[in-house]
Nanobody
Framework: LQLAESGGGLVQPGGSLTLSCVAS????????INWWRQVPGKEREGVAC????????YYAESVKGRFTISRDSTKNTAYLQINPLKPEDTGVYYC??????????????????????WGQGTQVTVSS
């Protein structure tokens, strides 16, 4: 399984972005794709996680109400909509895939090795 993110860029505060993550290759049943980010000076954190059925979603407190995770299974693509963007959202955003044997909240706190695959990351810079 391979993942590839896209959609990052330079955006002004208050703007919006939609990040995409395309999965290719074989995926086990109950595989889900979640979103993590690494901001300068901090550890990578899970910001938006969802189970494979799309019924259980979790958002980090810092992004609640502004981030929306979704998935189009027909396209093997996951999305992260961000609106409005804040300067503190600046960082590298990664998608990660794994089998959802726990809750979405727990998946957002997994160690990196629990995920089966990671994308290469896409840079998001929020600045005026």
């Amino acid at each position: 399984l391979q993942l590839a993110e896209s959609g990052g860029g330079l955006v002004q505060p208050g703007g919006s972005l939609t990040l995409s993550c395309v999965a290719s290759g074989d995926t086990p049943d109950h595989t889900t794709i979640n979103w993590w980010r690494q901001v300068p000076g901090k550890e990578r954190e899970g910001v938006a996680c969802i189970d494979s059925d799309g019924r259980d979603a979790y958002y980090a407190e810092s992004v609640k109400g502004r981030f929306t995770i979704s998935r189009d299974s027909t396209k093997n693509t996951a999305y992260l909509q961000i609106n409005p963007l804040k300067p503190e959202d600046t960082g590298v955003y990664y998608c990660a895939s794994g089998v959802d044997w726990t809750t979405a909240e727990e998946m957002c706190h997994w160690p990196a090795y629990e995920y089966d695959a990671w994308g290469q990351g896409t840079q998001v810079t929020v600045s005026s």
